[in-house]
């Protein structure tokens, strides 16, 4: 498991915040199969209006 965080606030424009992702994934040994999920929060604003959510992302290869 492994932590990302992702600061927004450097872009100009409608988002600006910042996220915070955990995410997990894996491999087969032989490397031809594997998946992924991550649970991604971000708090700050988007097109002006604050406040917080939270989504899910993942795959599977």
């Keep these: ?9 450097v872009f100009s ?3 600006e915040g910042r ?5 997990v994934g ?3 040994e032989d490397q031809s ?4 999920a991550a649970w991604e ?7 002006g209006v604050r406040g917080a959510f939270a989504f899910v ?3 599977v290869l």
């Design 1 to 9: 498991m492994s932590d990302m965080y992702k600061k927004f606030g």
């Design 13 to 15: 424009g409608d988002i």
């Design 19 to 23: 996220a915070v992702t955990r995410f």
């Design 26 to 28: 894996g491999l087969t």
């Design 33 to 36: 199969a594997g998946a992924y």
């Design 41 to 47: 929060s971000f708090e700050r604003s988007v097109d």
């Design 57 to 59: 992302h993942m795959q």
